[in-house]
């Protein structure tokens, strides 16, 4: 299109996509757009300089191109910004304004293969004004479909959470996870972490055998909290959980979309809870001067007022002893202690064999698993009904008030469903059984020589781990004028 304008003699050519609109792809259309400008300005004889980026619209800050261009524009550089529609400079109706205010104030035109806007005359600011508005809403529902079909991908499996974890890959066809070589490491590091062995234990291994990162730098105490606690190596995905610019509010569990057997896991579920279990609810750092594991550490507390009693090595004496605690319960020497809990513990294996021979007998009439059949499948409709009240009500077919109304009544009866599935998995007869024979072995291994009170097997953090396993507490009592001191064992 011919332009009669003798003021326009030096223009910058724009040309930003930030997705494949036309289904060319990107550089196909990129190219078709640079070719329409190119010809619009040569057909008007034009000098130019051109700007050309792969962008999102959401922010100019993001743009580099299009800042250097504003920068240009305000130092008087051009005479007007060509592009092939308004919606090129911003769908962003906050930045729109702010690109608007400098053309305004440099006087320079807009440009389109269809038309000139000069912003100094009314009908068209308010034209441009109109158009930039349009382009908003279009973008902000462009957002709406986006995130709607991520949440789609997400609850059929596909992997939408950036770079896959350590020991898989991204299968382009399927878009879900797969395992690759680095699995072997991952499998490594749980099966340390289960068998007893320290996170700081772990990483000497992992370096002496040069296992390293993606990046090939060395595993950090925080990067194998993190694989232990990543569920997609038991074949889970959970996304949606949470929001903000650092992703650092928790959004409400309801909200979370929880994905089982997604794809391949690379750790069974018994290891992963194990593993995951120890390193969040066991102290899990590695032994210091000041900070020494022992035997029964973070397990003996005061009968007296509950507080935790650790021990004290006195280096004069060559002794340890349990600490004496501020509310008057008196210390003692450790070994004979320690000597009297392992009697007591290896005593209390013969209650669980017969607890265990109780709930196999139990299990043999258990429908626990028939009632969470059930419940998993009304749990599916009802977050199924939940996602069409969502979609209905962002394609304006009911109102706010409406909306509410039915998110309520679903969201009550999701938590309802799910707090009747966490019940019946507390009483599922097959989760006790594994967890006793858990116990059983756990005992096995205690069977044998502890290096604390006979100077050689077991080392005093194996037996801290095992202990953990199979006991919840234990009261320690040594009050003033009593003769010995006594202790309660609570078992799990």
Same mark, same amino acid.
């Given at each position: ?37 190119? =010809? ?19 922010? *100019? ?34 930045? &729109? ?13 807009? @440009? ?15 034209? !441009?004004?109109?158009?930039?508005? *349009?382009?908003? +809403? ?77 990046? +090939? ?19 889970? @995905? @959970? ?7 650092? &992703? ?13 057997? &997604? ?38 507390? $005061? &009968? ?6 650790? $021990? ?40 669980? !064999? ?11 009439? =258990? ?59 507390? =009483? ?9 024979? =858990? ?29 953990? +396993?199979?006991?919840?507490? @234990? ?11 006594? !202790? ?5």
């Amino acid at each position: 299109m011919l332009f009669n304008n003798e003021k326009v003699k030096h223009v910058a050519v724009y040309l930003r996509l930030s997705r494949d609109e036309e289904n060319q792809g990107i550089e196909q259309v990129l190219a078709n757009h640079r070719q329409t400008l190119i =010809d619009l300005v040569n057909e008007n004889n034009w000098s130019y300089e051109l700007f050309e980026e792969v962008a999102s619209s959401s922010t *100019i800050l993001k743009r580099k191109e299009f800042v250097k261009l504003l920068e240009r524009v305000q130092q008087d550089y051009y005479d007007a910004v060509v592009v092939m529609d308004i919606d090129r400079l911003s769908r962003n109706e906050f930045d &729109a304004s702010e690109i608007k205010r400098i053309l305004y104030q440099t006087e320079t035109y807009i @440009i389109t293969p269809h038309r000139i806007f000069d912003l100094t005359k009314d009908d068209d600011s308010l034209l !441009l004004g109109i158009t930039n508005l *349009i382009a908003s +809403g279009e973008y902000k529902q462009i957002l709406k479909r986006m995130r709607r079909g991520k949440e789609y991908a997400q609850k059929q499996g596909h992997w939408t959470n950036g770079i896959a974890p350590l020991g898989y890959k991204k299968d382009t066809k399927t878009k879900k996870l797969v395992p690759n070589e680095r699995a072997k490491d991952i499998q490594f590091i749980f099966s340390e972490v289960v068998k007893g062995t320290t996170i700081p234990g772990v990483l000497r291994q992992l370096k002496s055998m040069g296992i390293r990162t993606r990046e +090939g730098n060395d595993f950090h105490y925080n990067s194998i909290q993190r694989i232990i606690n990543n569920e997609a190596y038991r074949g889970t @995905i @959970i996304s949606n959980k949470t929001t903000g610019k650092h &992703a650092n509010t928790i959004r409400p569990k309801e909200e979370w979309i929880i994905v089982h057997n &997604a794809h391949p896991a690379i750790i069974e579920e018994k290891t992963w809870e194990s593993a995951n279990k120890i390193v969040n609810e066991y102290s899990f750092k590695a032994p210091r001067s000041k900070n020494r594991i022992y035997p029964t550490s973070n397990l003996i507390y $005061c &009968a007296n007022c509950g507080k935790s009693q650790g $021990c004290n090595y006195l280096k004069r004496l060559d002794k340890v002893y349990i600490k004496h605690c501020k509310c008057g319960n008196r210390g003692f020497y450790y070994n004979p202690v320690l000597a009297l809990i392992k009697k007591e513990v290896l005593q209390h294996k013969e209650a669980v !064999l017969k607890d265990l021979e109780v709930q196999e007998d139990v299990k043999r009439v =258990d429908n626990t698993q028939y009632k969470k059949d059930k419940l998993v499948s009304r749990l599916g409709k009802s977050k199924k009904a939940l996602e069409r009240i969502n979609i209905l009500f962002e394609e304006d077919e009911i109102d706010i008030i409406e909306y509410r109304k039915r998110k309520a009544i679903r969201q009550e009866e999701i938590m309802l469903i799910e707090e009747e599935i966490e019940s019946v998995e507390k =009483d599922d007869i097959s989760v006790k059984i594994e967890s006793l024979k =858990d116990q059983i072995e756990a005992y096995d291994s205690l069977i044998g020589k502890w290096d604390f009170i006979d100077g050689e097997g077991y080392s005093d953090e194996s037996i801290n781990r095992l202990l953990h +396993g199979i006991v919840s507490g @234990i009261l320690w009592s040594y009050r003033k004028g009593a003769e010995s001191p006594t !202790l309660s064992i609570v078992y799990k």
